[in-house]
């Protein structure tokens, strides 16, 4: 059984910076690839940023430049450092595993950017 617990979101005012964690636990094969998403009311998911176990990345367009991804594979954590954020950051963000054709999710975590 793999969980992915999220932790980080919260209420950040426009400008603002947040770190969302993430850690896998049970039995999940270190070759994977570790990443975010997120869901805003009445859009689809999408992709925010991935990293490979080689440590590969690759970002929404709009968050390039403010946010950062990194891992640490050991711990089977997955970060995303959010800085500049913007009101259209506020969503549902949802951590993901992508392991031999199997997608893990975390529960989602809440960020909300507003004044």
């Known amino acids: 059984q793999v969980q992915l617990v999220e932790s980080g979101g919260g209420l950040v005012q426009p400008g603002g910076s947040l770190r969302l964690s993430c850690a896998a636990s049970g039995s999940i094969s270190s070759v994977n690839i570790m990443g975010w998403y997120r869901q805003a009311p009445g859009k689809q998911r999408e992709l925010v940023a991935r990293i490979s176990i080689g440590g590969s990345t690759n970002y929404l367009e709009s968050v390039k430049g403010r946010f950062t991804i990194s891992r640490d594979s050991a711990k089977k954590t997955v970060y995303l450092q959010m800085n500049s954020l913007k009101a259209e950051d506020t969503a549902v963000y949802y951590c993901?595993?992508?392991?031999?054709?199997?997608?893990?999710w975390g529960q989602g975590t809440q960020v909300t950017v507003s004044s």
């Open positions: 993901n595993v992508y392991s031999y054709g199997t997608d893990y």
